[in-house]
């Protein structure tokens, strides 16, 4: 798997579990900025085709617990609405002003959309989206940008509700160890 980059917002999701099994993986930080940061440094450095983006997910769809592989990234918190565009569009990005697709990997697993924004979402987001998180959609441009794929596989937290960062810390080992096993399926 020469080939294959592992990123993962915080050492928190990964509790220390790849390490154990010898498993590079980098950890980009919280947030957009973060994320296409060490992507872009990442996709430099390696040299990988196909960037792995595992971690931890918000859903009032999905079901807590859950493996979801994301399909389709959107922003979140892109709102530029007060100059006339939709909330989630980018103006004057040509090449992905609203969402970014992937091709899905896991044939196994549901997928959905996932919004991302620089907040801990604890409400309903104002772009439709199945799951949220803060670092995917920059992960996603940042690979497009490069001819990198990106496979994103979240696990289900928490339910984005005002418990959602107890249960996202409560969670934390138990998603380590599911997504640790499906990583080593590949």
Same mark, same amino acid.
């Given at each position: 798997?020469?080939?294959?980059?592992?990123?993962?917002?915080?050492?928190?999701?990964?509790?220390?579990?790849?390490?154990?099994?010898?498993?590079?993986?980098?950890?980009?930080?919280?947030?957009?900025?973060?994320?296409?940061?060490?992507?872009?440094?990442?996709?430099?450095?390696?040299?990988?085709?196909? =960037?792995?983006?595992?971690?931890?997910?918000?859903?009032?769809?999905?079901?807590?617990?859950? =493996?979801?592989?994301?399909?389709?990234?959107?922003?979140?918190?892109?709102?530029?609405?007060?100059?006339?565009?939709?909330?989630?569009?980018?103006?004057?990005?040509?090449?992905?002003?609203?969402?970014?697709?992937?091709?899905?990997?896991?044939?196994?697993?549901?997928?959905?959309?996932?919004?991302?924004?620089?907040?801990?979402?604890?409400?309903?987001?104002?772009?439709?989206?199945?799951?949220?998180?803060?670092?995917?959609?920059?992960?996603?441009?940042?690979?497009?940008?490069?001819?990198?794929?990106?496979?994103?596989?979240?696990?289900?937290?928490?339910?984005?509700?005002?418990?959602?960062?107890?249960?996202?810390?409560?969670?934390?080992?138990?998603?380590?160890?599911?997504? =640790?096993?499906?990583?080593?399926?590949?």
């Amino acid at each position: 798997m020469s080939d294959v980059a592992l990123i993962m917002a915080l050492p928190n999701e990964s509790k220390g579990l790849f390490e154990q099994a010898g498993i590079e993986v980098h950890y980009s930080g919280i947030g957009k900025v973060n994320a296409a940061y060490k992507a872009f440094e990442v996709i430099q450095k390696t040299g990988c085709k196909t =960037l792995i983006n595992l971690g931890t997910a918000g859903s009032t769809y999905f079901d807590k617990h859950e =493996l979801v592989e994301v399909s389709q990234f959107v922003q979140r918190d892109m709102d530029v609405s007060p100059l006339g565009f939709a909330v989630g569009f980018t103006p004057f990005d040509t090449m992905h002003p609203a969402e970014i697709h992937l091709e899905p990997f896991f044939q196994h697993l549901r997928t959905g959309i996932c919004g991302t924004g620089d907040s801990f979402e604890t409400g309903e987001p104002k772009v439709p989206c199945h799951l949220v998180d803060m670092e995917g959609y920059a992960l996603a441009k940042v690979c497009k940008k490069q001819g990198v794929r990106l496979i994103s596989v979240k696990y289900i937290s928490d339910g984005a509700n005002d418990t959602a960062h107890l249960d996202w810390e409560d969670n934390l080992l138990l998603g380590a160890q599911k997504l =640790l096993a499906l990583f080593e399926s590949i």
